[in-house]
């Protein structure tokens, strides 16, 4: 095998990679919406997001575990 031929195999080692996380948070994304969609309508068909949400969400992070019921709960901190 020459060098060509290694650097095209890894080159479509990574592609494939990417495209497999690319995937992974496109469902992630899609999960999201959806469940934002459900606490709207749980909320009256409504939620206002503020206009400097993105200034109000630095260093948040967030979890989504279990219950014991089998719910998610979403888990926020900074």
Same mark, same amino acid.
């Given at each position: 095998m !020459? +060098?060509?031929s290694a650097i095209n195999i890894r080159q479509s080692a990574s592609i494939s990679? /990417?495209? #497999?996380e690319v995937m =992974? /948070?496109?469902g992630q994304n #899609?999960?999201?919406f959806k469940m934002l969609s459900? &606490? +709207? #309508?749980q909320a009256g068909g409504? %939620?206002? %997001?503020?206009q !400097? =949400? +993105?200034e &109000?969400? %630095?260093g948040s992070n967030f979890t989504f575990e279990r219950n014991e019921e089998g719910d998610y709960v979403m888990i926020s901190y900074r």
């Amino acid at each position: 095998m !020459n +060098t060509r031929s290694a650097i095209n195999i890894r080159q479509s080692a990574s592609i494939s990679q /990417l495209q #497999e996380e690319v995937m =992974f /948070l496109k469902g992630q994304n #899609e999960a999201v919406f959806k469940m934002l969609s459900y &606490l +709207t #309508e749980q909320a009256g068909g409504s %939620i206002t %997001i503020p206009q !400097n =949400f +993105t200034e &109000l969400v %630095i260093g948040s992070n967030f979890t989504f575990e279990r219950n014991e019921e089998g719910d998610y709960v979403m888990i926020s901190y900074r």
